[in-house]
């Protein structure tokens, strides 16, 4: 069960680490702690990203009840080399370019647009206010609720998000879950404290044929494991 736990965990948090970096909601986390209070900013990403990963987890450790152990082992397998291959492949047809900070910063940018003038005169007044209030009460301001929203709805249906489902149906549920969010906290710490100049200075090139290494090692520790019991 230790063994179990401990594999799950490491699993989870090494490829929790390599797919977060450089990814979408790594760049909203940047930006809007550019703008916004970095602990309301932080506590509404990190909470969408943990309520995301305890729900993928949950996917995957009710998934061998659902379908057999057999076929979900297979399926995670499959999902592991093809997420390999295709992180690969990103990693040597890209041309390295931000182009997700890019397009994240400019769908943000529209977004501040639309808020209107006013908003943006009365922000530090507003800001002040929000300082002032309890800690709790910032977890119903529009800024947590925002930063919560971009989050979860930009990792949903994400590679990472299939790749927790698939891991913690044939890992220990609550090691993937632990280290899923271990690394969530640590690249969205380093997303909101390290700003925009740490985002644009990933290579995201080399971040994709991490992870392609990694996702492949994966699937051929799950091929020949099954090839073992088989």
Known sequence: MGLSLFEGLTKSLAMTVLSEIGDKTFFAAAILAMRHPRKIVLSGCLSALIVMTILSASLGWAAP?????????????????????????????EDGEAEELAEVEAKLSADWKAEGDSSKSNFKSDDLKKQQRPFLTQFFSPIFLKAFSITFFGEWGD???????????DANPLGVVLGGIIGQALCTTAAVLGGKSLASQISEKMVALSSGVL???????SFLSEAETS
Do not use: C, V
């Open 215 to 221: 996702f492949l090692i994966f699937g051929l520790q």
């Open 159 to 169: 590679k990472s998000q299939i790749a927790t489902i698939g891991l913690a149906s």
């Open 65 to 93: 009840n659902l379908i057999s152990r057999k076929w979900s082992h297979h399926i995670t397998t499959i999902l592991f080399f093809g997420f390999g291959f295709w992180s690969l492949w990103e990693g040597f047809t």
